[in-house]
């Protein structure tokens, strides 16, 4: 299940400050939700426009580098740090997370939301499976043709990394 980008918007918009750069990063870089734990700041390099996801923190074992979309980097500039962990301990950011989930109306959470959104959007956008498939780690492009394909259209990709700060605000707030 994906996010729509609606949906996405008002989550970001509800989430305190604390958990945006982690949650941005899923939505956006599309890094796995382990591999976000252990991302480290000095991981993330702004200027260049690139997450180093360390082959001690990936999946596959293998380094890569991420590129930070333009709507990511907006995201995470004003809470760039030099080092220390991106993402808060588990139990915090769950706690967070969830408040933000129902603040923004999100009543179920699909499994993997943010790097499937990610991944769906992406391949909308760009239209390149191999490109998609190295930005989420894939050594192969299978898994992008049997869980992501045609889940979302390419005006619905745009407007997803269209969303930045102040985008979209919950009701509520």
């Known amino acids: 299940g994906i996010l729509t980008p609606g949906q996405t918007a008002a989550l970001l918009a509800a989430c305190p400050a604390e958990i945006v750069p982690a949650v941005a990063i899923g939505f956006f870089a599309g890094l796995r939700t382990a591999e976000i734990s252990r991302l480290d700041w000095k991981h993330i390099d702004l200027k260049r426009g690139f997450i180093e996801v360390t082959a001690e923190n990936a999946k596959s ?7 930070i979309t333009e709507n990511l980097r907006q ?8 080092s220390g962990l991106v993402r808060l301990s588990e139990e915090r950011h769950k706690n967070r997370f969830e408040d ?3 603040a923004a109306g999100i009543e179920q959470w699909p499994s993997n939301a943010a790097r499937h959104s990610f991944a769906s959007y992406h ?3 760009h ?3 191999a490109k998609t498939a190295l930005q989420l780690g894939h050594t192969n492009t299978t898994v992008l043709f049997q869980h992501y394909r045609e889940l ?3 005006e619905e990709a745009a407007a997803f990394f269209a969303i930045v ?4 605000r919950p009701d509520n707030i």
């Open 75 to 82: 995201w995470l500039q004003p809470h760039a740090q030099l």
């Open 123 to 125: 391949l909308a956008l």
């Open 152 to 154: 979302a259209r390419p």
């Open 100 to 102: 933000a989930r129902k």
């Open 165 to 168: 700060p102040g985008s979209a």
């Open 127 to 129: 239209e390149d499976a």
């Open 61 to 67: 074992s293998q380094r890569r580098l991420v590129a």
